[in-house]
């Protein structure tokens, strides 16, 4: 699969926020505050899982289709890599 810039941006954007709780961290910022940023990365890192989730999984729908191939198993299979990431 290839990935697009898209997806390649908003997991520099996740490096970034993670960067910068280590760097909160080694300042002695309050839990809290690390805490809540550690939630929004993992939010973030969530999204981007699902986006290249969905975008794979639209990619090899529309392959099966062409190639007259059932598409139930790539749904299912998508949806329980979707849950086991979690």
Do not use: F, P, W
């Amino acid at each position: 699969m290839e990935y697009d810039q898209q997806v390649k941006n908003r997991l520099r954007r996740i490096e970034g926020q993670i960067k910068g709780v280590l760097s909160m961290m080694e300042q002695g910022k309050d839990c809290r505050d690390v805490v809540t940023q550690l939630a929004a990365s993992r939010n973030a890192i969530d999204r981007a899982m699902g986006v290249i989730v969905s975008t794979n999984l639209e990619h090899c729908v529309r392959e099966s289709i062409k190639s007259g191939e059932d598409t139930e198993n790539l749904v299912k299979e998508a949806v329980n890599l979707l849950v086991k990431s979690r």
